[in-house]
């Protein structure tokens, strides 16, 4: 091993110590909901959204051209990042009418928009690469 690596690792191992450290630190309601939630994050994982993604990648092997599939897998993941983001302020929590400042965008058309963005890159990309004349080897 190199001394990058053995660092790292220390590094690693020191920051996890700290966290453990911390959550100790805490009543045991408090440790108990923690596990709670990483178990149900776990849970919808597997049970939800893994299957999805294993269901949406063979329909989308079926259903897309082969030279579409890597434009539209990278397209898919950054919608479902942009979702996930949006998913806090979506409902707009915490806005109140002495406070017009908090959460004062169209946050709805502010993802539609970003998500219009994301998918007009697949079709801008297949251009870019012909026009580019670079072609992929074929197996």
């Known amino acids: ?35 709670v939630w990483a178990l149900a ?16 990648g063979f329909a989308g092997r079926r259903l897309v051209p082969q030279k ?3 434009p539209v897998v990278v397209a898919a993941l950054c919608s479902v990042v942009l979702i996930l983001l949006a998913i806090p302020v979506f409902d707009k929590p915490g806005l109140r009418p002495d406070n ?7 946050y709805h058309a502010g993802l ?8 007009a890159c697949v079709p801008l990309y297949l251009v870019a690469v012909r026009l580019s004349g670079v072609r992929k080897k074929s197996e």
Request: charged share 10%; hydrophobic share 65%; net charge positive.
């Open 1 to 35: 091993m190199n001394v990058a690596r053995v660092l790292l690792i220390a590094a690693g191992i020191g920051i996890a110590g700290y966290g453990v450290a911390l959550v100790l630190g805490e009543p045991r309601v408090i440790i108990f909901r923690m596990v």
């Open 41 to 56: 994050g776990v849970a919808l994982h597997d049970l939800v959204f893994a299957p999805l993604c294993v269901a949406l």
């Open 68 to 70: 579409w599939w890597g």
């Open 100 to 106: 017009l400042t908090v959460l004062d965008r169209n």
């Open 112 to 119: 539609w928009i970003s998500l219009a963005i994301v998918w």
